[in-house]
Each structure stands twice: as structure tokens, then as C-alpha cells.
């Protein structure tokens, strides 16, 4: 009797792991491919990124051409899922999206509760105002000084940058990121700083504003997409970027938004 029961106990041993592995969870990788769509969250008000026109609700911008190629190497079809700075971290944990896009920073914070991809690409905060004013705001010295108002959108790593980096300076914080640049123009705010790559592309746009020492970052930065802590979804996204990379469709995307 008691061999019977060794047996059965040994037998059952084995099974269990079967049974544990049977009803084990899909990953997102497998969730997203059976549901036939990609949630792409987005804040989309950071050119060249990600832009909603508020006229027609459209969001356009490179990560958005991305997410389309990473759609499309998935056989879904796309869905941008509307989010906000501030909210990135809950939105993703909520399952209200399956990927970050849209100018992401990569940084230890967020990797605490979240996975980013690869970096897609390297970046840094610098400083853009009214170019006639340019000179005067040359280094973080320079801006952080009780009359000077600098202007950031709330919830973002230029908000924290400011109130890490800046002990005098008046912080304005404004609600949306693309309305700063009218702000800046208008002179109700002095200085912005943003990534360097957005100050590049924003004194194309407004010539009325220039970047200073874009190539010059007061720190080191990079971008990446921000994923939920499912080992195997990241790694197909890597794999996706290290393909884009070698084909040359990363090259050809960042061109047609960056020049």
C-alpha cells in the first residue's frame, strides 16, 4: 500500500509542473498577435514624435510611422491609445496599452516598474528662447536666477530636470507641451528646456526661437519605448528594432521627421 502511495505522490509530482506550465499565462507578445491589434499609448503632443491635430484629431509623427512597422511585422492593425506624461507608469501597469511610444526617456524611475526597449535614440536637455535673448541663457547658471521664468509641461522629465536642476529660476508650468512655444514667443516665459533633439526641430518651425548648444547637452539621454515587465514581448520588440536598424527602415523613418 505504501508503495502504491509513493508512486502516486511521485506521479502527481510530475504532473504538477505540466499542469502549472498548461495554465500559465500568454505572454503580451501572444495576447497582442491574438487579439489582432496593437495598443500604441501615446501623448501625442511631441513633435516630431507624435503630434494630435487638434482640428481633425489625426496624430502624425515618427513613432507613430513606427508603430505602424511594428503592426505590421505583428500582422495587426494599429491603435493609438490616448495618455498623458504623468501617467505613463499607471497607464501601462493598468494594461491600457501593450507599448509606450511617442519621445519616451529612458530613466531608472520608470525602469523600476516597467521595461524599455533598446534606446532608439540618444539625446540630452538643452535650452531654447527668443534668439534674441539667446545669449543670456548659455548655461544652467545663467537660467537659474529669480527673474528668469522657465516654461515646462508637467509630469515629463523637463519638469523634473527643472526642479532637480534649478533652485531660483521661476518654474511656470503650462499645461500642454505644444502650446510653450507660443508662450516663449509671446515673452510670457524666458527659456524652455526640453530634449535637444525638440530644440533642433522647433527653431526650424519657429524662427523666431533658437536652441542653445543643442550639441552641448547638460546631461546624457536617450529615448526608448516603454513596455510592461513581460520578458518575452521586449525581447521581439529589440529584435524588431535590431532588424529596422540593419535594413535600413529606422534610418529611412528618422530621416523623413528629423531633417
Not at 540618444?122 to 535650452?127: D, F, L, M, P, V
Not at 516665459?189 to 526650424?204: F, G, P, R, S
Amino acid at each position: 500500500m505504501s508503495l502504491l502511495r509513493n508512486t502516486a505522490l511521485a506521479a502527481m509530482a510530475l504532473l504538477m509542473p505540466m499542469a502549472a506550465s498548461a495554465q500559465a499565462p500568454a505572454s503580451k507578445l501572444d495576447a497582442i498577435i491574438a487579439s489582432g491589434t496593437l495598443r500604441v499609448g501615446m501623448p501625442g503632443d511631441y513633435r516630431p514624435f507624435g503630434l494630435r491635430e487638434a482640428s481633425t484629431g489625426k496624430i502624425e509623427g515618427m513613432d507613430v510611422d513606427m508603430a505602424e512597422s511594428l503592426a505590421t511585422s505583428l500582422g495587426v492593425k494599429l491603435e493609438i491609445v490616448q495618455t498623458k506624461w504623468s501617467d505613463l507608469l499607471g497607464d501601462i501597469a493598468a494594461d491600457k496599452f501593450d507599448i509606450g511610444m511617442g519621445g519616451i526617456s529612458i530613466n531608472l524611475t520608470r525602469q523600476k516598474s516597467a521595461y524599455f526597449s533598446t534606446p532608439v535614440l540618444r539625446t540630452g536637455k538643452a535650452a531654447i528662447a527668443l534668439c534674441k535673448a539667446k545669449g543670456k541663457f548659455d548655461s544652467l547658471a545663467a537660467i537659474d536666477k529669480p527673474s528668469v521664468k522657465v516654461i515646462t509641461n508637467p509630469g515629463g522629465t523637463n519638469e523634473k530636470f527643472d526642479r532637480a536642476n534649478l533652485k531660483a529660476a521661476q518654474i511656470v508650468v503650462f499645461p500642454t507641451n505644444t502650446g510653450v512655444w507660443d508662450e516663449l514667443i509671446a515673452g510670457r516665459a524666458d527659456v524652455m528646456i526640453t530634449d535637444n533633439v525638440e530644440t533642433k526641430l522647433q527653431q526650424k518651425l519657429h524662427p523666431e526661437l533658437c536652441a542653445i548648444n543643442p550639441d552641448k547637452p547638460f546631461d546624457f539621454g536617450e529615448l526608448g519605448y516603454l513596455l510592461p515587465r513581460d520578458a518575452t514581448w521586449k525581447s521581439y520588440v529589440d529584435q524588431w528594432l535590431h532588424i529596422g536598424a540593419e535594413t535600413g527602415e529606422r534610418a529611412t523613418i528618422t530621416a523623413k521627421w528629423l531633417n
